[in-house]
């Protein structure tokens, strides 16, 4: 291309340049303003938002800084609310302390309770099996009063026979089995007189003392602690 022709194409760039608007002094000042605003609100954003994060972690020394920024009465509420906490709770204690010994009194009673109801029962099976078998033995006395008299009565020459030994042995395995039961005879014959134990059938004259058994009639017989028959006796007097 000509020199001459580069130079005009020159001089036509330079005055498109010129011609063009430079932007107004208005346009400026409004870039640099919404620049900084957007900037600022950006930053504003940024920072509320970290500021929320740090309320939710709960910073420690935020919250030392919150309580010594408090007021005087305030600082003396939670000193109070403890306090208040403290006794609630030796209350508290104390009521399931009273709840606990209640609970082990009655737990006690309701065993000497259960202790003395067995016992009852232990001796009111012993008396039942004594009156049960009292009904029987009562029934029996009469057979070991004829064995009394029938070995009483025997002749001195008859004593060693074999048949005599047989009977003497069963008056005293009969003897045994009732023992074993509980029967005792009741002591008589030179005994003083116990109107719990002994009937007086009669009375006579003797040099032993007044109210002294000197004879027995019928034989008595105790069952344990308890007078199944009284026995039949004679009592000397004066």
């Known amino acids: ?113 259960l202790a003395n109801m067995r016992r009852r029962h232990e001796q009111e099976r012993q008396e039942y099996m004594k009156q049960a078998n009292a009904m029987l033995i009562a029934e029996l006395l009469p057979v070991l009063d004829s064995f009394d008299r029938a070995l009483a009565s025997m002749p001195p020459d008859l004593r060693e026979l074999t048949w005599i030994d047989g009977i003497v042995l069963v008056e005293r395995q009969l003897r045994m089995v009732l023992e074993r039961a509980g029967l005792t005879p009741i002591a008589a014959e030179g005994q003083p007189f116990n109107p719990t134990e002994h009937e007086a059938l009669l009375h006579e004259e003797s040099d032993k003392p007044e109210d002294t058994i000197i004879g027995e009639l019928q034989k008595g017989y105790k069952l344990y602690d308890r007078v199944l028959r009284p026995a039949l006796v004679k009592v000397a007097k004066k």
Not at 45 to 51: D, E, F, K, L, T
Not at 52 to 80: F, H, N, Y
């Open 1 to 113: 291309m000509p020199p001459r022709k580069h130079a005009a194409h020159r001089e036509a760039n330079e005055q498109g340049a010129a011609n063009a608007d430079p932007p107004s002094q208005a346009e400026r000042a409004t870039d640099a303003t919404t620049q900084p605003q957007a900037e600022g609100a950006t930053n504003t954003g940024a920072s509320a938002q970290a500021g929320g994060a740090i309320d939710d972690l709960q910073v420690p020394w935020r919250k030392e800084r919150l309580a010594g920024s408090t007021t005087a009465a305030a600082a003396a509420e939670p000193a109070t609310t403890a306090t208040e906490e403290a006794v609630d709770w030796e209350a508290r204690f104390k009521a399931e302390q009273a709840k606990a010994d209640d609970y082990f009194a009655k737990w006690q009673r309701g065993a000497a309770d």
